[in-house]
């Protein structure tokens, strides 16, 4: 049994939360962990790290329970959205998959990825606008990033070019865009589009929002090591593990990870950075307003007098 929906991003944007909706509900399987990156075929060392960059790997995710029968099995990996060759390679094996978009002002959505991914350790420039010039050069060091193109913070923030290319493989009836905004606003209407959409029961109403986690930062190197860190072996039971403890958030183990986290002070921007990324994306943000139709101008203009960096967990 193959997925035939994917939530393939961005991160950053929501899809965290619009995955534990769909984890939630009985019609819905969404295997742990969630983001296995199977079809992200030029993200080797990504898929490769994860443990799942082989058929029966990935299969085996979703044998689940042949007596429960599920409306729709999915697919979170964020990766997807930014790969030149998983869409294609979906599709090649389930033509009719559905697909879900999450997207977000992308100046927000910038820093909050950046802080993601220096509290996972994945990221070695702590200062925001260090990774932002080696981004825009080319030039610098990834650390320990199992993919350059991972720390790319341009091609992470372009969902306009992103969504148009995927535009061009899938029919509009089998992709569906989530805004960020809405997510804020109205969650509960978001959700019923996305179960309508889905062809599954809107009920119960998922009460989870979107939460901050992106500022958080495990103490314990040896943790974030083990958790994150490419040194570690991949793939196996191993590789399976670390990311279960990446992305599970319920329970014990979540209450743990909280209690081991803190916050990350560091958060601030000065309103010019915010400006220049603005500035940056307009272009993009103004392809993505068009291809879903909707008004998007105020990512462009922001706030003149924001001082600090909204956030969000993906």
């Known amino acids: 049994m193959l997925p035939d929906t994917y939530v393939v991003g961005a991160p950053k944007a929501g899809t965290t939360t619009v995955s534990q909706w769909l984890a939630g509900h009985d019609e819905v399987c969404v295997p742990v962990p969630q983001e296995p990156s199977y079809w992200a075929y030029d993200y080797p060392q990504l898929r490769e790290q994860l443990g799942f960059s082989s058929a029966a790997a990935y299969g085996a995710l979703f044998s689940g329970d042949p007596e429960q029968?599920?409306?729709?099995?999915?697919?979170?990996?964020?990766?997807?959205?930014?790969?030149?060759?998983a869409v294609p390679a979906i599709l090649l094996a389930q033509p009719n998959a559905r697909f879900v978009v999450c997207v977000r002002n992308p100046a927000d959505l910038v820093l909050s990825y950046h802080r993601a991914q220096v509290a996972a350790r994945?990221?070695?420039?702590?200062?925001?606008?260090?990774?932002?010039?080696?981004?825009?050069?080319?030039?610098?060091?990834?650390?320990?990033?199992?993919?350059?193109?991972?720390?790319?913070?341009?091609?992470?923030?372009?969902?306009?070019?992103?969504?148009?290319?995927?535009?061009?493989?899938?029919?509009?009836?089998?992709?569906?865009?989530?805004?960020?905004?809405?997510?804020?606003?109205?969650?509960?209407?978001?959700?019923?589009?996305?179960?309508?959409?889905?062809?599954?029961?809107?009920?119960?109403?998922?009460?989870?929002?979107?939460?901050?986690?992106?500022?958080?930062?495990?103490?314990?190197?040896?943790?974030?090591?083990?958790?994150?860190?490419?040194?570690?072996?991949?793939?196996?039971?191993v590789g399976r593990f670390r990311q279960w403890v990446r992305e599970d958030e319920r329970g014990l183990l979540a209450r743990t990870k909280n209690l081991m986290s803190?916050?990350?002070?560091?958060?601030?921007?000065?309103?010019?950075?915010?400006?220049?990324?603005?500035?940056?994306?307009?272009?993009d943000v103004r392809l993505l307003a068009e291809l879903i139709d909707r008004d998007l101008s105020h990512w462009i203009v922001g706030d003149a007098d924001a001082t600090e960096a909204p956030s969000v967990t993906a």
């Not at 029968?69 to 060759?85: E, G, H, I």
């Not at 916050?263 to 272009?283: G, H, I, N, Q, Y």
């Open 262 to 283: 803190r916050t990350d002070a560091s958060r601030s921007v000065t309103p010019e950075l915010m400006a220049k990324l603005r500035d940056f994306f307009a272009e």
């Open 122 to 237: 994945s990221e070695p420039y702590a200062d925001f606008v260090t990774a932002w010039r080696r981004s825009l050069t080319g030039t610098g060091d990834t650390g320990d990033s199992l993919d350059p193109k991972l720390l790319d913070y341009r091609l992470v923030g372009r969902q306009g070019a992103a969504v148009k290319r995927m535009r061009a493989l899938v029919s509009e009836e089998r992709l569906h865009v989530v805004v960020f905004d809405d997510l804020i606003a109205d969650p509960t209407a978001a959700w019923r589009e996305l179960a309508a959409y889905l062809e599954i029961s809107p009920e119960p109403v998922p009460t989870s929002r979107p939460r901050d986690a992106s500022g958080k930062a495990f103490p314990s190197p040896l943790f974030q090591r083990i958790t994150n860190g490419s040194s570690m072996p991949p793939g196996g039971p």
């Open 69 to 85: 029968p599920y409306a729709r099995v999915v697919d979170a990996s964020t990766v997807y959205l930014y790969s030149q060759r």
